[in-house]
């Protein structure tokens, strides 16, 4: 494939020299021909201002300036951003090698596709791949109804055009759970499309983990970002939210029963509730024998 996409990546980066280096040459060191690297750090202490210019060539534009936090910085990144595909990763994740070539085959192969993300990969302190699960199929009703975890930003990656559409932001009001909000904000114009294959990983780190540490309080926003799409939403979409509600409302009753028949109402609630949440089988794997990506 000659026509490789621009695909511009954001890393963020405070006091993080620990990672740092691992992280950039995880995406630099794809040799990836149309590579927009944009690093924003927010003034570190730490030996991190030395990593970066070490690799400084590698990127299409950095700075280091005190911000307001993480999506202030993410959208100080998008801004200068000029790719057709954006991406992000945190100073101190990685990304697969030769995951941009996959993103950019796929994205090219299936110009319907907005938005994509890979298989859910855990790594710990050491680089070391400790987790791996089936990326999911969300759709927004999982989201609407609490089904979120996790959709793994480091593994996703979207196109220009329906971050444009969506506000063209992360909403910094959010401390801790913007991407989420990004995430429901996809939804009102398009699908998520898991697949089948490696992008990125999240770090487990033993301290100082914002997405950890903090996760009472991400949960916090994520309910009053729910609350607040809810209350924008179409009357087909809250009745069938309404008919959710009751199926689990059903299911626990149906949950303390030996009755064999309420047994076989309890699935067909099942049946009922994925016709209501419309789940996709659409997904995107790599045919073994043609070694061509299809939807399936």
């Known amino acids: 494939m000659n026509n490789w996409p621009k695909i511009s990546v954001v890393t963020t980066n405070l006091n993080q ?24 750090d927010g003034q570190s202490t730490d030996n991190s201002m030395d990593i970066v210019k070490r690799h400084k060539d590698k990127f299409t534009y ?87 975890q996790w959709l793994q930003q480091e593994s996703t990656a979207w196109r220009k055009s329906l971050w444009q559409k969506a506000g063209n932001c992360l909403n910094p009001n959010y401390k801790y759970a913007a991407d989420f909000d990004l995430w429901i904000r996809f939804f009102r114009f398009t699908n998520l499309y898991p697949c089948d294959v490696l992008i990125g990983g999240f770090r487990m780190r033993s301290k100082d983990q914002l997405s950890l540490n903090f996760l009472d309080k991400y949960e916090a926003e994520v309910n009053k970002i729910i609350n607040a799409e809810k209350r924008n939403l179409a009357k087909p979409t809250l009745k069938v939210l309404h008919l959710l509600s009751t199926i689990k409302i059903l299911r626990t009753v149906l949950k303390y029963t ?39």
């Open 17 to 40: 020299d620990a990672f740092l280096e691992e992280t950039i040459c995880s995406i630099t060191n794809q040799n990836y021909p149309n590579l927009e690297y944009i690093l924003i």
């Open 62 to 148: 950095w700075c280091s300036e005190k911000d307001e936090g993480l999506y202030y910085a993410l959208n100080k990144g998008f801004d200068r951003a000029t790719g057709e595909i954006f991406m992000w990763v945190n100073s101190d994740d990685l990304l697969h090698p030769g995951s941009l070539f996959i993103v950019a085959e796929i994205f090219n192969t299936f110009h319907s596709v907005d938005w994509i993300t890979g298989l859910n990969i855990s790594f710990d302190e050491k680089g070391r791949v400790i987790g791996a699960d089936r990326a999911k199929g969300f759709t927004k009703y999982d989201f609407y109804t609490h089904k979120y």
């Open 258 to 296: 030996y009755i064999l028949d309420l047994k076989i109402f309890a699935r067909i609630l099942d049946k009922i509730e994925r016709n209501l949440l419309k789940k996709p089988t659409a997904r995107i794997h790599i045919n073994r024998l043609t070694c061509q990506f299809e939807i399936i």
